[in-house]
């Protein structure tokens, strides 16, 4: 989700043949999450246009080396949010992404020339300054329709024959969606995608977040080969219809089954596992673990703290009564039943993939919903005085904790051995350590004095640490001779009633005043004011004076300090007007 635009990722990618597009938040491949902390409030056009449009044009040069891109181009926050506009209307902030994506095509065809592929998703905000008419973007901007995650689509009946292709998901990181399992039920994209076509969508481009496609390889399969023909799909009677066609087709083609009985029991295996409420109603493993996640850690918090259990404590775990234990149970059952009688039928690699795809996936489910009861039982049975089933039924919940992890580790078969471990974005392991927490605050509670472990570390985004040691590129990922952010001067004009910012400069009527900044440290600014290029013998900038101007003035700097480098001349153009 977070590459740097110049990581060599991208550039093997590429030479293997692949189109290269961005994810709706790393806009022209900039790496939002990674932009430097001292300037989170210079991520914003409207003031600070100019710091933006070096970010996305450095990011712009590196991605040049690309063969096939498709740009990804508006304008968002700094993760999958809107973008900040303090006090803007509805109007303002689709003016603003209207001139930021004219600004970014005009960037891109500057550099690579003309008839580049740009696309731009209509997220949730997208639509509202749609309909509104806020919008207005280049004629070879395609329009992009997006789903919500779990993958209905937003303005499928308004904006369908406006649109040039979709953006689904098989999987979310959202808090409530999926990382370990399968959640979003073929039927559901057979009939969004159905009525896209037939609502007038142009079918160029469909996009498939998959977040990590080990555990998603069925749905992955549905919405590519809807892509590929839809037209066996769309003929079927109803979608529910036509996701049994395709998963009784799937396990034949997985599992190799022979008659056409298993491949039907497996089938509706498969079809029970969408239909499990949760899945059904668009969540999946991820709300399980954030759910027992929280609820432990409330739990361990109260017994520490009030050695009792608070009211709100008891409330949650009310609410937190998994409605669904009883049928993942049964369906996990029939699998393991299943299972047995068809194992003698395949080959290693097909037993291999029934281990990991369905009996580790509905595995996962019943157990994950078994520590969610055990843990609920241990609240109630603490308020109802019984601290020694309190903690039996947090020892319960440890053990079936147990057979979570080891359903991970049995899906991981020998060629992947080890992959689980490092599945930090749904929190089971730091679920496991506040039950493990709560249940020592209930032996102290037993008149044993015993110290709390620290819980583990909550261990989301480390699997892209490796980007902090090069954080000093920003807005790249390797040292480059043309591109820093921490070495940039940044020219603005500071008369807010005046002068206006834009991407080059800004202009301003009567006179204004220059400020310049630098994130360099122990640096000295040189600059010029007559678009000269500055050196160590310029003019230095003293830092709270700015510069006052009264004519159209060509603005150079640079930051100078020991062992400075790469040294940036940045510049801006303040016309008067």
């Given amino acids: 989700t977070d590459p740097y635009p110049d990581e060599k ?3 093997l990618a590429s030479r293997r043949g692949l189109v290269v597009t961005n994810h709706h938040f790393n806009l022209l491949g900039i790496n939002a999450k990674r932009w430097p902390r001292e300037l989170r409030n210079e991520w914003s056009w409207p003031s600070h246009p100019a710091t933006m449009a070096y970010a996305w044009r450095a990011s712009i040069d590196a991605m040049s080396r690309l063969d096939d891109v498709i740009w990804s181009v508006g304008y968002r926050g700094l993760g999958d949010y809107s973008a900040p506009c303090t006090n803007c209307s509805d109007q303002e902030k689709g003016r603003y992404i209207s001139e930021v994506v004219g600004n970014q095509t005009q960037w891109v065809n500057d550099v690579k020339g003309p008839d580049q592929k740009y ?6 905000e997208g639509i509202g300054y749609l309909e509104k008419g806020y919008l207005s973007l280049p004629k070879d901007v395609s329009l992009i329709l997006t789903d919500e995650g779990p993958g209905y689509i937003y303005g499928l009946d308004q904006y369908s024959n406006i649109s040039d292709g979709v953006y689904t998901h098989v999987a979310m990181l959202n808090g409530n969606a999926n990382q370990l399992t399968e959640m979003v039920p073929p039927s559901r994209h057979f009939d969004q995608l159905g009525k896209f076509i037939k609502n007038g969508g142009r079918t160029k481009y469909i996009i498939l977040n998959t977040s ?14 809807f892509a590929w023909d839809p037209k066996p799909f769309m003929m079927a009677d109803t979608p529910d219809t036509a996701q049994t066609r395709f998963i009784t087709q799937w396990c034949t083609r997985q599992y190799g089954f022979a008659n056409e009985t298993s491949a039907a029991e497996c089938a509706t295996l498969y079809n029970d596992y969408f239909k499990i409420p949760y899945i059904a109603r668009g969540s999946g493993d991820q709300e399980l673990a954030v759910g027992i996640m929280d609820l432990a ?12 259990v608070s009211d709100d404590v008891l409330a949650e775990a009310e609410k937190s009564m998994p409605k669904s234990l009883a049928y993942v149970q049964d369906l996990h059952s029939r699998c393991l039943n299943f299972a047995d009688r068809v ?7 097909q037993r291999n993939f029934l281990v990991a795809h369905m009996l580790g996936q509905f595995g996962m489910q019943r157990f994950a919903c078994e520590v969610q009861n055990a843990l609920v039982q241990s609240i109630f049975n603490f308020a109802n005085d019984t601290v020694q089933a309190a903690m039996d039924s947090i020892d ?20 992947w051995r080890g992959v689980f471990l490092h599945s930090h974005l749904s929190d089971f392991r730091r679920g496991r350590s506040y039950i493990r927490r709560a249940r020592v605050a209930l032996l102290e509670i037993k008149a044993q004095s015993i110290t709390l472990p620290a819980a583990s570390p909550r261990m989301i985004y480390t699997f892209i640490n490796y980007q902090l040691v090069n954080e000093k590129n920003y807005p790249l990922f390797y040292p480059s001779a043309d591109w820093n952010m921490h070495n940039l001067v940044r020219i603005t004009c500071s008369n807010a009633t005046q002068c206006y910012n834009n991407a080059t400069g800004g202009f301003f009527h009567d006179s204004a005043r220059v400020v310049m900044r ?16 500055p050196t160590v013998s310029s003019i230095v900038y003293d830092v709270g004076k700015p510069v006052a101007i009264q004519k159209t ?25």
């Fill in 9 to 11: 990722s991208l550039l």
């Fill in 396 to 415: 319960v919940a440890m053990s079936v904790f147990d057979e979570f992890f080891a359903a991970q580790r049995n899906a991981e078969t020998s060629h």
């Fill in 119 to 124: 696309m731009t998703y209509l997220w949730d």
């Fill in 553 to 577: 003035t060509h603005v150079k700097a640079i930051a100078m300090a020991s062992g400075l480098s790469p040294v940036i001349v940045s510049e801006a153009v303040f016309v008067k007007c």
């Fill in 297 to 308: 850690d409330h739990y361990s918090r109260s017994l520490q703290h009030t050695r009792n």
């Fill in 212 to 225: 990590d496609l080990r555990p998603v390889p069925m749905t992955t399969r549905a919405v590519m080969q």
């Fill in 343 to 349: 194992n003698s039928s395949m080959s290693t690699d």
């Fill in 518 to 533: 630098t994130l360099a440290v122990n640096s000295t600014v040189h600059y010029t004011v007559d678009g000269s290029t």
